[in-house]
């Protein structure tokens, strides 16, 4: 089996339908299919493909205990990911089949965006293919191994990630920072290709759009681990800065829970003025809101 292709699922059918229309329907291409939403997809809805299974991993898990899920039953030798809002290029299969011998842990590849209720063109993928360009410019592997924080836009060896037992944060949110950083952290030789494989969309009510609580709470405790991980491995320059999720609580839920979270970061060895030549910056961002 050539590839796994990992799908967390929770809700909006139509859109996982197209998410798994962008896959050829080929012998060394599975399609795992973790849902942890509350209502179980029909029987009926892959009937026709040939290459798909569905797995149900209980209630209100999250995206990370999904896709561990589908780790643990990956067959494939190179794990891709897509979110189920999510799709893939016209002709990313024959992009990726060019690198099924690259011997190397990663390859990372550019990615497009679009808003998901109009197609119109968004902006969220502009800093990932921003890493390509450097890496590609200058060589420069560390922008691709640790600020590329999403499991999306790459082919990830197999090999890698059951020799050092990574697996996704089953937090709400956030859950896949940490996975990215090892992965880039223990990847003996990655690679790039300029060309795109991937939409990513803008979806009004998705988790990334929604400031709660709980999933702003979950950036920063995963943030601080993070951050504490490549002091630990003299990767300092990595470090990230929680000021943007801490402005986004002062704004929405009050600055006795900032207060808090800073508190929590401030115990846990996190430096607080980390990106602190940035904070008007993120503050503006963080009031538009």
Known sequence: MNYSIIIPYNELPDLLQRAVKSIPDRADIEIIIINNGTVALPDSLFAERSNVQVLWDGVGKGAGAARNIGVSKATGEWLVFLDADDYFTEGAFDILDSHLQNKVDIVFFKVSCVRSEDGSPAARHMAFNELIQRYVQTHDE?????????PWGKMIHSKLVNRHAIRFDETQAAND???????GYYAECIDADEKTIYCVTERSGSLTTTPSLRNLS????VSVRYNRFVRTHRLRRYQKSIMYYLSLIARHYGYGEALKRLWYSVRSGNNPFIGCTRWLQTTRKSNRQ
Not at 142 to 150: H, P
Not at 177 to 183: E, H, Y
Not at 218 to 221: G, K, L, M, P
């Open 218 to 221: 979950d950036r920063i405790e």
């Open 177 to 183: 920072i940490l996975f990215s950083l090892l992965t």
């Open 142 to 150: 560390g922008a691709l191994r640790y600020e590329w924080t999403s």
